[in-house]
Nanobody, 122 residues
């Protein structure tokens, strides 16, 4: 059973930095897209950043030039480095991976981390 475990978020002041990581385990054959979403109460989950298995990057306009997503294929991890944080970045952050797992050739499914709170004070 594939499982994604995120590192702890935290509380930082305006302009601060925070690094989130997410590790996958459990019968993984390969991983395609990895990324991060975030959600605030009452709003839909928003895609923040992603990185494909061939290194293509996506960033939401609101985080470009501040956030950096990276992956380690040997360790099955994805990391989000967040710089120059502002209160609008306050949310629960979820990692996401599309993994192939199971017997034989396996099958592809989407998996989510448990979510971690990031709070930025003004």
């Amino acid at each position: 059973q594939v499982r994604l475990v995120e590192s702890e978020g935290g509380s930082v002041p305006f302009g601060g930095t925070l690094r989130l990581s997410c590790a996958a385990s459990g019968g993984i054959i390969s991983i395609g897209l990895m990324g991060w979403y975030r959600q605030v109460p009452g709003k839909a989950r928003e895609q923040v950043a992603s990185i494909s298995d061939d290194g293509r990057l996506f960033y939401a306009e609101s985080v470009k030039d501040r956030f950096t997503v990276s992956r380690d294929n040997d360790k099955n991890t994805v990391t989000l480095q967040m710089n120059n944080l502002n209160p609008e970045d306050t949310a629960v952050y979820y990692c996401y991976m599309r993994c192939r797992s199971g017997k034989g050739w396996g099958s592809w499914s989407d998996y989510w981390g448990q979510g971690t709170q990031v709070t930025v004070s003004s």
